[in-house]
Nanobody, 123 residues
Framework: QVHLVESGGGLVQPGGSLRLSCAAS????????MGWFRQAPGKEREFVAA????????FYANSVKGRFTISRDNAKNTVYLQMNKLESEDTAVYYC????????????????WGQGTQVTVSL
């Protein structure tokens, strides 16, 4: 089992920045690719970003490419999502995920999830 806890969400103005963190415990964190998804009210959960176990490769949704950066610190069992130039469309609950079985972009292929952290982008 892997237990994931997200933090760092909050209210930010358009154009601002936030950094989300996801702390992992349980099985060896460094063995797993990690990802971030988000879900806005009335919408399906969507892929945001993913990172391989070593951190050597990263993947992004087109909607966040160039604005968001995913990274990890295996010594701290933590994955991060740096979000810059935030837009109102980025408002959602952000979820951390671990251990995908297949396609990184499909939420159904990830085995472990955190409880989510709310990000609200508004004046």
């Amino acid at each position: 089992q892997v237990h994931l806890v997200e933090s760092g969400g909050g209210l930010v103005q358009p154009g601002g920045s936030l950094r989300l963190s996801c702390a992992a415990s349980g099985r060896t964190f460094s063995n797993y690719p990690m990802g971030w998804f988000r879900q806005a009210p009335g919408k399906e959960r969507e892929f945001v970003a993913a990172i391989t176990w070593s951190g050597g490769s990263t993947f992004y949704a087109n909607s966040v490419k160039g604005r968001f950066t995913i990274s990890r610190d295996n010594a701290k069992n933590t994955v991060y999502l740096q979000m810059n130039k935030l837009e109102s469309e980025d408002t959602a609950v952000y979820y951390c995920a671990a251990d995908p079985d297949g396609d990184y972009t499909l939420s159904r292929d990830w085995n472990y999830w955190g409880q989510g952290t709310q990000v609200t982008v508004s004046l």
